[in-house]
T-cell receptor
Framework: RKEVEQDPGPFNVPEGATVAFNCTYS??????FFWYRQDCRKEPKLLMS???SGNEDGRFTAQLNRASQYISLLIRDSKLSDSATYLC?????????????FGSGTRLLVRP | NAGVTQTPKFRVLKTGQSMTLLCAQD?????MYWYRQDPGMGLRLIHY???????AKGEVPDGYNVSRLKKQNFLLGLESAAPSQTSVYFC???????????FGPGTRLTVT
């Protein structure tokens, strides 16, 4: 079983739609959670951290359910520029620090 | 501020050849990482460094070596390239007190 699992998609939605991505993780020792965005042939960039109480940044809302080991990302009012791959990222303890485990990503295509 | 840079951007190697990938950062970050990204898989950690003069193995270290002689540079070496090392390689850095990782633009390596 992969440590972080995501539906690879692609999710093909019209502009203005609301779309939700889900992610599950297997290591209960995970402490921090993130969504990264990766454009085609570019490097990943942090979109937002995910907090236990849930958090919102403009059109983006992230939720965490520790009991179910489940993370979600909701995008409202989709824009063409939201087309990208969204990576679910979880950190787990490693030595005296921690390491990030990346999901393989969910691809989003927003059409006009 | 260049942030995180990687050289070269592209490279084609024949099986058995060697090469070194260079990651340079001007962010004064202590932690540096080398990842590889393959289709359908998340980024996988090859090696990492928590400071100048220190390195450690990640998930997939076999066939790679690293050095961190200066804080701002992290080198990844392939001593004898194999087709299985065809991948996109990303370097990342992190401030020791913060969780966000900053990625370089990547190096696309093909081994024939």
């Amino acid at each position: 079983r992969k440590e972080v699992e995501q539906d690879p998609g692609p999710f093909n939605v019209p502009e203005g739609a609301t779309v939700a991505f889900n992610c599950t993780y297997s290591n209960s020792a995970s402490q921090s959670f993130f969504w990264y965005r990766q454009d085609c042939r570019k490097e990943p960039k942090l979109l937002m951290s995910v907090y236990s109480s849930g958090n919102e940044d403009g059109r983006f809302t992230a939720q965490l359910n520790r009991a179910s080991q489940y993370i979600s990302l909701l995008i409202r009012d989709s824009k063409l520029s939201d087309s990208a791959t969204y990576l679910c990222v979880v950190n787990i303890p490693m030595d005296s620090s921690y390491k990030l485990i990346f999901g393989s990503g969910t691809r989003l295509l927003v059409r006009p | 501020n260049a942030g995180v840079t990687q050289t070269p951007k592209f490279r084609v190697l024949k099986t058995g050849q060697s090469m070194t990938l260079l990651c340079a950062q001007d962010m004064n970050h202590e932690y540096m990482y080398w990842y590889r990204q393959d289709p359908g898989m998340g980024l996988r950690l090859i090696h990492y460094s928590v400071g100048e003069g220190t390195t450690a193995k990640g998930e997939v270290p076999d066939g790679y070596n690293v050095s961190r002689l200066k804080k701002q540079n992290f080198l990844l070496g392939l001593e004898s390239a194999a087709p299985s090392q065809t991948s996109v390689y990303f370097c990342a850095t992190r401030d020791r007190h913060l969780s966000e990782q900053y990625f370089g633009p990547g190096t696309r390596l093909t081994v024939t």
